[in-house]
């Protein structure tokens, strides 16, 4: 009888193990997103600016119904580009509208036809790190 009695809370002990294990899944699965989630918060976004770009001081004129959008590059018109990307410090797309008229530090490309295209506003240590390098 005592063998029978041992199998029984083998099965039992299986039976709770089994139990416990499906109810700590949630709380590990919770706990790996909080992980990741930390590891993508700290990390730094990654700026990547051409070597070939230009520096230059950008200023974009206001948008006007009768005429093409114009730029200036430390004082030389230029043309925007049709798909102008202008990429802000923190890396996010800025509409040229909303940045008219202000003078930004950029590095920036020209595409085949002379029109600005991509241009990176600077944050303050790369400018610092543009003028360490000239």
Do not use: H
């Not at 193990?17 to 790996?32: I, Y």
């Not at 230009?54 to 925007?80: C, E, H, N, Y």
């Amino acid at each position: 009888m005592p063998a029978g009695r041992a199998g029984r809370n083998t099965r039992r002990q299986a039976q709770e193990s089994v139990k416990l294990s499906r109810s700590l899944w949630p709380s590990l699965a919770c706990a790996a997103a909080l992980l990741l989630g930390a590891a993508a918060a700290s990390a730094q976004p990654v700026r990547v600016i051409p070597q070939d770009a230009q520096a230059a001081r950008l200023v974009i004129a206001a948008p006007s119904a009768s005429a093409p959008q114009t730029a200036t590059l430390d004082g030389k018109t230029v043309g925007v580009a049709p798909g102008v990307r202008l990429f802000g410090t923190d890396n996010q797309l800025l509409a040229t509208a909303a940045v008219a008229g202000q003078k930004l530090p950029v590095r920036y490309k020209l595409d085949l036809y002379g029109q600005l295209l991509t241009a990176w506003v600077l944050s303050e240590p790369e400018q610092k790190a543009l003028k360490q390098k000239s």
